[in-house]
C-alpha cells in the first residue's frame, strides 16, 4: 500500500499481512522511487566535491599514479562550472593541493587548467592513514554547510599508519556531513576498511582491477553526483505502542543495515538518514515486532514516511492481520523472498571468502556452494558470473568445487560486488 504526498514521489509496501496465530514479525519490503520531475521541482543546492587521491608511497609502482592522475582530471571535466572543488593528497597526512592555500575552488576553465598543473607536481610519498582524509574533508564540507558535499576516495594500500579506531572515530564523525564513494586500484587494499567508509558515508564501493580503468569510473560516478539534486532525504518509522523495529536494511541496490543509525524522535518514532538522492529506486527491507492480536483482528504495524527537510513526501502502511487460515498465513511475498535471499546469498560469500583466507577450505567450499545455489535461485547473474571466476561449477552434476588458482582481482570483485542485488519487479497492487 502506498500514499503519494509529492509529485514525482512514491512510497510503494509489499508485505503478506497475515500472520499465523501467536506471529509477532511482519517483513515487509518499501521501495523509494524519485523521478525527474521531482528532481527538476527541488532547486538545486550548491555543490561541493572533493577528490580524494591515494598518494602514499606504493602508488608510484606501475601506472597507479598516473592512471589517477587521469581519473582526477576526467571528473573534473564532468563537475559543472559554479560547482566548488578540492583536491586532496592522501598519505599518512592530508593536505589540500588544489586550491593551494584555500578550501574549494569554483569550477571553471581556468581552476580546471590550475588543477592540471597541481596535479602535475604531486610526487607518490609516505604513507596511509585515511581517518586523516576523512578529517580534512570533513572540514572542507563544513566550510559550506548548505552545500551538498560528496567525495570520491582513491586507495591502493591499507590503512597502515594510524589505529582502526581511529579511522572509525573519522568515519563516525563524517557521517551526515558528505557522501563518499569509494574505489580500490589493484588488490593491496582491505575491501572492510572502504567498505565500512562507503557504508557510512552513503556511497558505492568497488574495485578498479586497473588503472586505465579509473577515468572512466570516476567520470561515473561523478555524473552521478551532478545527478542528485536532493541532500538528504529520511525514513521515518512510526509503531504503534507494544511494537518495535527490529530492522531496516538497504536491499536494492546494494545491501546496507541501517538498523543501528535509528534516530529515535520519540518513544514510537525512529528516524533513518537515507542520503542524497537523484531520480532513482532504492528499497528496504523492514521487519517489525508486534504484540499479538486474536485470529481476525488486524493492526497497523507501522506507518513509513519519505521525509526531506520535515516536510512529508510519501506514505505507506506495513498492516499485521491474524488468521487460522494456513494458506493465508503461509503466503510469502515474492519481493520479500526475493530481498531475503540476496542477503543470504550476499552473506553466504562473504563467510566463504573469510574461510578460505584461514584456511577452512571445507567450509570455504560449502558456504560458496551455498551462494551459487542462491545466485541461480534468485537470478543474480552478475553474482553467479564473479562466483564462476573463485569456483568451478559442474552443470551436469551440479558439483562445486573451489579452484585450484585463483586470481586476487576477482576474488577482490567478488568480495565488494556481492552485496550488489538484483532487482524484482513489485508486485501488482502494491
Not at 561515473?220 to 504503534?240: C, D, F, G, N, Y
Request: charged share 25%; hydrophobic share 40%.
Amino acid at each position: 500500500m502506498s500514499s503519494p504526498a509529492v509529485k514525482g514521489i512514491s512510497v510503494s509496501v509489499d508485505q503478506n499481512e497475515y500472520l499465523a496465530e501467536g506471529v509477532r514479525t511482519v517483513d515487509a519490503v518499501i521501495s523509494v522511487e524519485t523521478t525527474d520531475e521531482l528532481m527538476v521541482a527541488a532547486p538545486p543546492a550548491e555543490r561541493v566535491e572533493i577528490l580524494i587521491i591515494d598518494c602514499s608511497g606504493s602508488m608510484g609502482s606501475g601506472d597507479k599514479f598516473a592512471g589517477a592522475r587521469n581519473a582526477t582530471l576526467a571528473a573534473l571535466q564532468v563537475i559543472a562550472d559554479g560547482t566548488r572543488f578540492a583536491i586532496v593528497e592522501g598519505t599518512d597526512k592530508a593536505e589540500v593541493v588544489y586550491p593551494k592555500g584555500g578550501v574549494t575552488a569554483v569550477a571553471d576553465n581556468r581552476s580546471r587548467v590550475e588543477a592540471r598543473h597541481a596535479l602535475d607536481k604531486l610526487k607518490p610519498h609516505g604513507g596511509t592513514a585515511m581517518g586523516t582524509w576523512l578529517g580534512l574533508s570533513r572540514m572542507i564540507a563544513q566550510h559550506h554547510p548548505t552545500a551538498m558535499a560528496h567525495a570520491i576516495l582513491l586507495t591502493d594500500g591499507r590503512n597502515e599508519h594510524e589505529k582502526p579506531q581511529q579511522l572509525a572515530a573519522e568515519i563516525q564523525a563524517s557521517e551526515g556531513l558528505f557522501t563518499c564513494d569509494c574505489r580500490g586500484v589493484g588488490t593491496d587494499w582491505e575491501p572492510n576498511e572502504l567498505r565500512a567508509i562507503a557504508a557510512a558515508l552513503h556511497g558505492t564501493l568497488d574495485v578498479v582491477k586497473t588503472p586505465d580503468l579509473l577515468a572512466a569510473d570516476f567520470a561515473a560516478m561523478m555524473q552521478t553526483s551532478m545527478a542528485k539534486t536532493i541532500p538528504e532525504l529520511t525514513l521515518r518509522v512510526w509503531t504503534p505502542v507494544g511494537a518495535s523495529v527490529r530492522m531496516v536494511k538497504q536491499v536494492d541496490p546494494s545491501i546496507t543495515d541501517f538498523t543501528a543509525r535509528r534516530m529515535a524522535t520519540s518513544a514510537q518514532i525512529g528516524e533513518y538518514p537515507l542520503g542524497a538522492w537523484g531520480a532513482e529506486e532504492r528499497g528496504y527491507h523492514i521487519q517489525i515486532d508486534v504484540e499479538p492480536a486474536p485470529a481476525g483482528r488486524e493492526k497497523l504495524a507501522a506507518r513509513i514516511s519519505l521525509v526531506a527537510d520535515g516536510e512529508v513526501l510519501g506514505q505507506g502502511l506495513v498492516k499485521a492481520v491474524w488468521t487460522t487460515d494456513t494458506d493465508l498465513s503461509a503466503r510469502i511475498s515474492r519481493r520479500v523472498a526475493h530481498y531475503t535471499g540476496q542477503a543470504e546469498l550476499a552473506q553466504a560469500v562473504q563467510e566463504g571468502l573469510t574461510a578460505r583466507k584461514v584456511g577452512d577450505l571445507a567450509t570455504a567450499t560449502a558456504k560458496l556452494r551455498q551462494a551459487v545455489q542462491l545466485a541461480s535461485e534468485s537470478g543474480n547473474e552478475n553474482t553467479a558470473k564473479l562466483l564462476k571466476a573463485v569456483v568451478e561449477v559442474d552443470d551436469r552434476t551440479g558439483t562445486v568445487r573451489l579452484r585450484a588458482h585463483i586470481d586476487a582481482a576477482d576474488e577482490m570483485a567478488l568480495d565488494v560486488r556481492s552485496s550488489k542485488t538484483a532487482r524484482v519487479r513489485k508486485e501488482s497492487g502494491s
